[in-house]
């Protein structure tokens, strides 16, 4: 059997030699989001093999875990000590992305499922890190603990970073309790109506956690349709569906079946993110969440409370999309392109203002000044 130290000796000396002689090294976890991001180029450094939780302290709500751990088999554990990665980071099984969903992919792209705008994100969680730079040198940035941190937080540099300055190999989190109580309401509503209520809810002290606005269509009947979860202590919980089902009608589904669509939401399995249409690819617009309707001839799914609209449109009309997106206060990312359809002309994220771009292009420059890490997979020039 292969040992933990084994694997990791075999990880640096990959690192070693890739940097020598220039060789750009693709870093994968599990694969599940090979769909995300400019592009995919280098040889595979397999990180899957160097798994396992190192260290789980339920009532210090705190677990490490090396990157390659299942993220299926790290929120197994924390459910059975009642707890949970409250952030809810999803798991994807996006057009031809097979693999299973780990932790250091978690971290790498920095996604966060519907909770995030109630909650926060992964960086919100993220306590500490261990990170092979591009010199082959295994550093150790954070703790344990919520205030160790000094100058840069560089555990939390690694969040959305996609794996361009460094490979992750220990991340340790916070973790919360599974809330006592849970409730979904449904409300039928158009999505000038949605918006207006959610802000007005949310200066009520309601425990909102989740919202999404879709125009379902799965029972051929079109219903545009306002879905809310709360999430609380149990008193609180049901006192907020009388006021709210009192306040905008509504009726509340049932736990079991609201589980399955939340996690569909989670994972972009609704039928909504199915539809991909020739010539078209998955926009994902963070706005600000008092952003009132798009005017856009796309149909939209709409989360966080009005922070993150979903549409499927055109690759050419990636210029007034970031133009709208802009102007709301967020940005637009080309989330899924289509195999007929190259995003790399375009850019699948926003481009980063001058000070911000100059920041990036010296991190990078300092963590991987081969240049060897995921070239390409969030700027197309390096």
């Not at 909102?208 to 609180?236: H, I, K, T």
């Not at 617009?285 to 856009?296: C, E, G, I």
């Not at 449109?313 to 970031?322: Q, T």
């Not at 899924?336 to 001058?354: H, I």
């Amino acid at each position: 059997m292969v040992s933990d130290t084994d694997v990791m000796s075999s990880i640096v000396e990959r690192v070693q030699s890739a940097a020598a002689t220039g060789t750009p090294l693709r870093l994968r976890g599990g694969g599940s989001k090979d769909f995300y991001g400019q592009a995919l180029t280098g040889e595979i450094l397999d990180m899957s093999p160097y798994a396992g939780v190192i260290s789980y302290e339920p009532s210090e709500l705190v677990v490490t875990a090396r990157a390659g751990t299942r993220l299926a088999e790290l929120e197994a554990l924390l459910a059975s000590q009642g707890q949970c990665l409250p952030f809810e980071p999803p798991h994807f099984q996006l057009h031809g992305a097979t693999g299973q969903a780990t932790v250091g992919g978690m971290v790498a792209a920095g996604l966060s499922g519907p909770a995030r705008a109630s909650v926060g994100g992964v960086r919100d969680y993220m306590l500490g890190a261990q990170l092979l730079n591009g010199r082959a040198e295994l550093l150790t940035f954070g703790g344990q603990v919520m205030k160790n941190v000094a100058g840069y937080d560089v555990s939390r540099l690694m969040v959305g970073a996609m794996g361009t300055l460094g490979v992750i190999t220990e991340v340790s989190l916070k973790v919360l309790p599974v809330a006592p109580a849970e409730a979904t309401l449904v409300f039928e509503l158009a999505q000038s109506q949605a918006l207006a209520q959610l802000h007005r809810w949310g200066g009520q002290p309601l425990p909102l956690n989740a919202s999404c606005w879709v125009c379902d269509d799965s029972d051929g009947r079109p219903r545009e349709r306002l879905f809310v979860r709360l999430r609380g202590a149990v008193a609180a919980v049901d006192s907020a569906c009388a006021r709210m089902l009192a306040q905008a009608g509504g009726t509340r589904l049932a736990n079991a079946q609201a589980a399955a669509d939340w996690q569909a939401c989670r994972d972009l399995a609704l039928p909504f993110f199915a539809r991909l249409a020739p010539g078209c690819v998955l926009w994902r617009l963070s706005v600000a969440q008092t952003t009132p309707v798009l005017d856009l001839p796309w149909p939209q799914l709409v989360e966080w409370h009005g922070g993150l609209r979903w549409l499927w449109a055109p690759l050419d009309a990636a210029a007034s999309l970031r133009d709208v997106a802009t102007k709301a206060g967020g940005h637009a990312t080309i989330f899924v392109a289509g195999d007929a359809v190259s995003a790399g002309a375009t850019g699948v994220f926003s481009p980063l203002k001058p000070p911000l771009d100059l920041i990036h292009r010296r991190l990078k420059a300092e963590f991987d000044p081969a240049g060897i890490f995921n070239p390409g997979r969030l700027s197309a020039d390096w």
